[in-house]
């Protein structure tokens, strides 16, 4: 389900693009306002008002105000509303008059940015509409200021024109694949959901499926009065119920990890704590440990009950791994540098092959008889929630190695 995640990801990538075309179209509106309030301004040579204030700059503020109200709350939808189209249609009108009346150039690019804008945010009957708006302005202008030119108004009108085809046509490419990106993301969430209920569904049958048939065989030895049995059965009844709400708990951590509670800790002592705990264990195993701590270790901003949980996790993983061994080494290491903190946990155990590897965090992916496959899961989530990530290298019959990291300033 990891990988279902990492593409996910690249889903969510992909429709970075579209969602960068469209931030720059916020860039093209920008700019033409800009160019707008200039144009105005040299125009109409705005003078100083009485009450001290300079009313170009009035001008402008109140321009910009509009027109940022138009920002606001246009490109959200997929259709304009009507304050929208009337408020650029207004601009419109003045661009359009400004360009007939200056002969400017700058107002001959500017007046294309409109149908450009349109194009890059709508579908194409909007594109159309302002295209079509423009050049009606432009020919109303031109004929009220009788500065009509054909074949120069001919051509720069049938530029509008083709320039916001082109960039409409580009961008309902993009629009169609974001919709498939987008589908293609709903797949994605409901394999991912049908997998963890197949997961949840096979492990939580086979506890009940135990506990049945004991319930069965107390009901057949109690007519024999059979203490003993009772008694043996009872117990495994007890195990398995207590093997099912471990599997919910470690689901439930799982699906709603719980907010790391940080204060300052040294990893150092996180460490120390886990080795003495499994001390014994190694030695009734015949595993040595070996245990490497930097001893200028820096505290860093953690939760240490989740990250001993994790270390934990992935030591027993380890130690398990080394029981058909000859050779039965398992080492703890710890080390940093600039930014980060690291603690490396490696054993000489059964190793991994690379389709291992690739799904060892996958929910409800295990390798182990009686294991649920949430264990890494979790520990994954957990350090991914200290803004850290968790490194494996293994290599089949010779090892596998460990390597968390978590960034010392976070």
């Given at each position: ?12 990538k ?11 179209s916020?860039?093209?509106e920008y700019?033409?306002l800009?160019f707008l309030?200039i144009?105005?301004?040299?125009r109409?040579q ?8 300079y009313?170009?700059l009035i ?6 105000l ?26 419109l ?15 001959q ?8 804008i ?12 302002t ?8 020919l ?25 085809l082109?960039v ?24 991912a ?24 065989l107390?009901?057949?030895?109690n ?33 709603k ?30 595993i040595?440990?070996e ?8 505290n ?13 996790n ?8 080394m029981?058909?061994?000859?050779n039965k ?5 710890t080390?940093f ?8 946990i490696e ?5 991994m092959?690379?389709?291992q ?20 899961s ?17 290599k089949?019959?010779?090892?596998t ?6 960034p010392?300033?976070?």
């Amino acid at each position: 389900m990891r990988n279902g995640a990492l593409d996910l990801v690249n889903v969510l990538k992909a429709g970075y693009s579209f969602n960068r075309i469209r931030q720059f179209s916020f860039v093209v509106e920008y700019v033409y306002l800009a160019f707008l309030c200039i144009l105005i301004i040299k125009r109409y040579q705005p003078h100083g008002m009485d009450f001290g204030l300079y009313s170009p700059l009035i001008m402008d503020i109140s321009i910009a105000l509009l027109y940022s109200i138009v920002l606001y709350y246009s490109g959200r939808e997929k259709e304009p509303s009507t304050f929208e189209l009337v408020m650029r249609f207004l601009y419109l009108f003045i661009a359009a008059k400004l360009m007939v009346e200056t002969g400017n150039p700058s107002v001959q690019i500017i007046i294309t940015m409109p149908t450009v804008i349109m194009a890059l945010r709508y579908s194409i009957k909007y594109t159309l509409l302002t295209a079509f708006m423009t050049s009606f302005l432009i020919l109303i202008n031109l004929k009220i200021f009788e500065q009509f030119q054909l074949d120069y108004i001919f051509i720069y009108i049938s530029f509008i024109w083709v320039i916001g085809l082109l960039v409409n046509t580009s961008m309902e490419v993009e629009r169609q694949m974001q919709e498939e990106r987008l589908k293609l993301q709903e797949r994605e969430k409901l394999a991912a959901i049908g997998q963890m209920a197949a997961g949840i569904a096979h492990e939580v049958r086979n506890p009940l499926t135990t506990i049945k048939g004991f319930v069965q065989l107390l009901y057949k030895y109690n007519l024999m009065k059979d203490v003993t049995l009772q008694t043996s059965y009872l117990a495994m009844i007890d195990k398995e119920i207590d093997r099912m709400n471990d599997l919910l708990k470690d689901f439930l951590q799982f699906a709603k990890p719980n907010r790391p509670k940080l204060a300052m800790h040294n990893i150092n002592y996180t460490v120390e704590d886990i080795a003495a705990l499994l001390e014994a264990h190694c030695t009734s195993h015949c595993i040595k440990m070996e245990i490497d701590l930097n001893a200028d270790m820096p505290n860093i901003l953690c939760d240490y009950d989740q990250i001993k949980q994790v270390i934990m996790n992935i030591t027993l993983n380890a130690i398990d791994a080394m029981q058909n061994s000859e050779n039965k080494v398992f080492g703890l290491k710890t080390s940093f540098d600039q930014n980060n903190i690291y603690v490396s946990i490696e054993d000489t155990g059964s190793g991994m092959t690379e389709e291992q590897i690739r799904r060892i965090f996958d929910p409800f992916y295990t390798t182990k008889e009686n294991g649920t496959g949430l264990g890494l899961s979790v520990c994954y989530s957990i350090i991914e929630n200290h803004q850290g990530k968790i490194e494996v290298e293994s290599k089949l019959n010779q090892g596998t190695e460990f390597k968390i990291t978590i960034p010392r300033f976070n």
